[in-house]
């Protein structure tokens, strides 16, 4: 067993770092090419304007998938995904769990719900996403407590 890793100073802001920017450097190129293929093409006006859209929508997919992070404050922790943001307070959070295979970390919520939390995936650097899994749960341990009582043991 690894010894308990002391909570960072707050605010941290937890995102995959490499992933985010092969994503936003693929869409850029991606752009690129497709807007200058639409001007070496002799195409009129309308149909060059629709391969740059084409471009510029991939390009928007893309930072989209690009945005994702964790950030964790005083107050509690911010979860933007894909499609949305979510704040939730520190109580809510009962476990933070990263098993292996999973693709990103999961809230446990006090609500019966699990949130995916697609700031911290262990897809391109496994070992800081263990790492940076392992910070929210001593934040979310911490924090959560009753205040004067240690945080309960997690199985």
Request: charged share 20%.
């Given at each position: 067993?690894?010894?308990?890793?002391?909570?960072?100073?707050?605010?941290?802001?937890?995102?995959?770092?490499?992933?985010?920017?092969?994503?936003?450097t693929?869409?850029?190129?991606?752009?690129?090419?497709?807007?200058?293929?639409?001007?070496?093409?002799?195409?009129?006006?309308?149909?060059?304007?629709?391969?740059?859209?084409?471009?510029?929508?991939?390009?928007?997919?893309l930072?989209?998938?690009?945005?994702?992070?964790?950030?964790?404050?005083?107050?509690g922790?911010?979860?933007v995904?894909?499609?949305?943001?979510?704040?939730?307070?520190?109580?809510?959070?009962?476990?933070?769990?990263?098993?292996?295979?999973?693709?990103?970390?999961?809230?446990?919520l006090?609500?019966?719900?699990?949130?995916?939390?697609?700031?911290?995936?262990?897809?391109?650097?496994?070992?800081?996403?263990?790492?940076?899994?392992?910070?929210?749960?001593?934040?979310?341990?911490?924090?959560?407590?009753?205040?004067?009582?240690?945080?309960?043991?997690?199985?």
């Amino acid at each position: 067993m690894s010894e308990p890793t002391s909570p960072p100073d707050l605010p941290v802001t937890f995102r995959p770092g490499h992933t985010r920017v092969i994503l936003l450097t693929a869409g850029l190129v991606i752009f690129v090419v497709i807007s200058g293929i639409a001007m070496l093409l002799r195409l009129g006006p309308g149909e060059r304007l629709s391969f740059i859209v084409t471009g510029a929508l991939i390009f928007w997919v893309l930072a989209r998938l690009a945005r994702v992070k964790v950030v964790a404050d005083d107050s509690g922790v911010t979860v933007v995904n894909i499609a949305g943001k979510r704040r939730l307070a520190w109580e809510e959070i009962l476990r933070v769990n990263l098993r292996p295979g999973d693709p990103w970390v999961f809230l446990d919520l006090s609500d019966g719900t699990s949130l995916p939390a697609l700031g911290i995936q262990p897809g391109v650097a496994k070992q800081r996403a263990i790492a940076d899994a392992r910070t929210l749960r001593a934040l979310a341990e911490a924090r959560s407590a009753p205040s004067g009582l240690p945080p309960e043991p997690r199985s």
